[in-house]
């Protein structure tokens, strides 16, 4: 049957574009079916919409600040190691290249972060927190810590403890079928 069901899903994807005879709406809904798939069960657009959840959160907390989180997370970063690399914040942050870039200069801009030279390596920029940076993130910390209960909180304690865990393990990708 599976074997059956593979071999049509096959023919149909083999029919050349703009064939007189198209698949009818059942035969569609049919193959559709056989797949499995189902939006509102499928992992990564639960993984979305957590994601769009904690960004309102985000917003409805911290929004009147305008940063947004990657550019809190910057700070955040910058803030407990002093000076670091572009290219240092981007890996401890989990961004792109071109991302924390466009984070880098907004922070710039503000004032909140300057470039500075490395007195070990001339030709390294670092970048490092101003006064007015310190001062605007000190106090957003503990606002940024509410945003962070406020999604876990449709959670028991326990169950914030397992979920966090788990997501460490999806988010460092520790994939060990993808080669299977």
Same mark, same amino acid.
């Given at each position: ?84 690399s572009q290219n240092q914040l981007g ?32 030709? !390294? @920029? =670092?970048? &490092?927190?101003?006064?007015? /940076?310190?001062? +605007? $993130? ?18 028991s304690p326990e169950e914030q403890e397992?979920? !966090? @865990? =788990?997501? &460490?393990?999806?988010?460092? /990708?520790?994939? +060990? $079928?993808?080669?299977?």
């Amino acid at each position: 049957m599976a074997e059956r069901s593979r071999q049509k899903k096959r023919e149909a994807a083999d029919e050349p574009e703009g064939s007189d005879s198209p698949l009818s709406p059942e035969e569609i809904a049919r193959l559709y079916a056989e797949t499995g798939y189902d939006l509102p069960s499928h992992p990564a657009h639960i993984i979305r919409r957590a994601h769009q959840r904690a960004t309102m959160r985000f917003q409805e907390l911290m929004g009147r600040h305008g940063l947004t989180p990657t550019q809190m997370a910057a700070l955040a970063t910058v803030l407990r190691h002093g000076e670091v690399s572009q290219n240092q914040l981007g890996r401890l942050t989990a961004m792109d290249p071109s991302t924390i870039s466009i984070v880098v200069r907004k922070l710039l801009k503000l004032g909140l972060v300057v470039g500075v030279a490395s007195e070990s390596d001339q030709r !390294l @920029s =670092l970048i &490092r927190m101003t006064p007015k /940076g310190v001062r +605007t $993130t000190l106090p957003l910390l503990e606002e940024s810590n509410e945003v962070g209960r406020r999604v876990l909180a449709p959670l028991s304690p326990e169950e914030q403890e397992v979920f !966090l @865990s =788990l997501l &460490r393990r999806v988010a460092a /990708g520790d994939d +060990t $079928t993808a080669e299977e």
